[in-house]
């Protein structure tokens, strides 16, 4: 079962070869996606030798892959984690039954609603960064991106078998859906804010992939645990996929850290845009940004549909069958940082309705272990600053901090506070232009930009002057 079936068209682990409907309705897709790929995916390079991992098993050691291909064919496919036969539902009214094989009826609508708010966020990403190809610090850079970017093709071949497999005639209407929201797009902008978004520049980029790519960790680890079988074994296997793309956030800023800090050394100045860096105050700034429009992707506070997912067995919590409680949470409380006027206030309220929260809980502590390792960086350089995550309710649009106007270390402002000071805490139009100045091209095998550091090592033990994409 783990071995991946590439003989076939569609590469698989799902027995698509006994599957004649699913096959065809696949096989016609294919070329949607194709054709979606050359419009609005990476700009360039489709024609280029790009040294890429391809999944060939779905263990552990399923990485094990790395060759040269070109972008249009890559071998996206249909891979889900081995199934465990004693499965059970483990949380919510169902729990201790078998986990569905098939879609509960009663649910259709929910989970239907679940799997395409997921799929429309992976090639939203490969269109929000699309034009950042022309730009790249250096060939590790490139390599990582395009690697990135057909991952989040793959992330939304998941999802579309999904669809397909077991929604009918819906799942196939969604699934074309899908390749025709743009982001950004005003008349059929992608689903979720975050995702309409540019990402204009590579600080934006490893922001990104730090920061929104790990709300994507928490959704599917949410995921991961649905009662409905199929949901949760592709989830389990793209969040193996997932990892690198965190990687190549924490790695990207922890180099543009570095270089700074080398910069700010070097030449006796905080002001390291004078030596054509990226100044830490600066980077706070985007983080600030990324982080806070990263929050709102985990929704309201106090939320009944969040309620509903999990009572109905469909989206647990982050590692739920670790947690050693009753999961039915009819009786717990969880307490929430909230606003009682002007005061933040924390207070208990029903565990059910707080789940989003709970699951930004888990989201924020991961995210400050990257920051932290940031910071021990900083102070190896024997520099005094740090960078820090602004307060939850710093710069948000979605939930109980919507409405108020808070500065990063959690202060309420009235609206003349926060217009004197939003340009010390957030990305200007000067910010971005010094930024876009700085993106020029660097494709000299083993090169890197000005602003940024070297990674420690190459990808798959391979040097760092590697030639990771062939652009002869
Ligand atoms: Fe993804
Ligand atoms: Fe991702």
Not at 4 to 9: S, T
Not at 163 to 168: C, E, I, P, S, V
Not at 194 to 210: G, V
Not at 382 to 392: A, K, M, V
């Amino acid at each position: 079962m783990a071995a991946i079936d590439y003989v076939e068209k569609i590469p698989n682990n799902v027995s698509l070869a006994t599957d004649r409907r699913l096959m065809r309705a696949l096989e016609d897709w294919q070329p949607k996606f194709l054709h979606w790929w050359r419009e609005v995916g990476p700009d360039g390079f489709q024609t280029k030798d790009v040294y890429l991992r391809t999944a060939i098993s779905v263990d552990a050691q399923g990485w094990a892959h790395f060759d040269y291909i070109r972008m249009p064919e890559y071998r996206w496919g249909v891979f889900l984690a081995e199934p465990d036969p004693g499965r059970l539902v483990s949380f919510g009214a169902h729990k201790g039954s078998p986990a569905w094989q098939d879609v509960p009826g009663e649910y259709r609508g929910v989970l239907r609603r679940l799997v395409v708010t997921q799929g429309d966020t992976e090639p939203a990403s490969v269109e929000q960064q699309r034009h950042l190809g022309r730009t790249c610090p250096s060939l590790y850079d490139l390599r990582n991106l395009f690697q990135v970017n057909v991952e989040e093709g793959r992330h939304l071949w998941a999802m579309v078998y999904l669809l397909q497999a077991y929604f009918g005639r819906d799942g196939r209407e969604e699934a074309e859906a899908l390749l025709q929201r743009r982001s950004g797009d005003p008349d059929r902008p992608r689903i979720l804010g975050a995702f309409n978004e540019r990402t204009p520049d590579w600080l934006s980029f490893y922001m990104f992939t730090y920061f929104t790519d790990r709300d994507g960790k928490y959704q599917l680890a949410a995921l991961a645990e649905s009662g409905f079988d199929p949901l949760a074994r592709t989830c389990r296997f793209m969040l193996t996929e997932e990892a690198h793309h965190m990687f190549v956030g924490e790695t990207g800023i922890g180099r543009i850290v570095q270089r700074s800090c080398e910069l700010m050394r070097e030449h006796r100045t905080d002001d390291v845009r004078k030596h054509g860096g990226i100044d830490l105050h600066t980077i706070q700034k985007y983080l600030n940004f990324h982080y806070s429009v990263s929050l709102d992707l985990f929704g309201s506070e106090i939320s009944t549909n969040a309620a509903n997912f999990y009572t109905a067995g469909l989206k647990g919590r982050f590692e739920e069958t670790k947690k050693a409680d009753d999961h039915v949470l009819k009786e717990a409380t969880y307490p929430i940082t909230q606003l009682d006027g002007e005061r933040i206030v924390v207070r208990e309220e029903p565990a059910l309705v707080t789940l989003n929260e709970r699951l930004r809980d888990d989201y924020v502590a991961d995210c400050q272990r990257g920051v932290d390792r940031w910071n021990q960086a900083i102070r190896r350089h024997g520099i005094d600053l740090e960078l820090r995550l602004p307060h939850r309710g710093f710069h948000r649009a979605i939930g109980a901090f919507a409405d108020v106007r808070m500065s990063p270390d959690g202060r309420i402002l009235s609206e003349a506070a926060w217009d004197a000071s939003r340009r010390e805490w957030l990305p200007t139009e000067e910010d971005a232009a010094y930024i876009q100045s700085l993106m020029k091209p660097v494709v000299e095998p083993g090169r890197f930009a000005n602003w940024i550091a070297a990674p420690a090592r190459g990808i798959n033990g391979q040097p760092i002057d590697f030639e990771y994409v062939r652009l002869e």
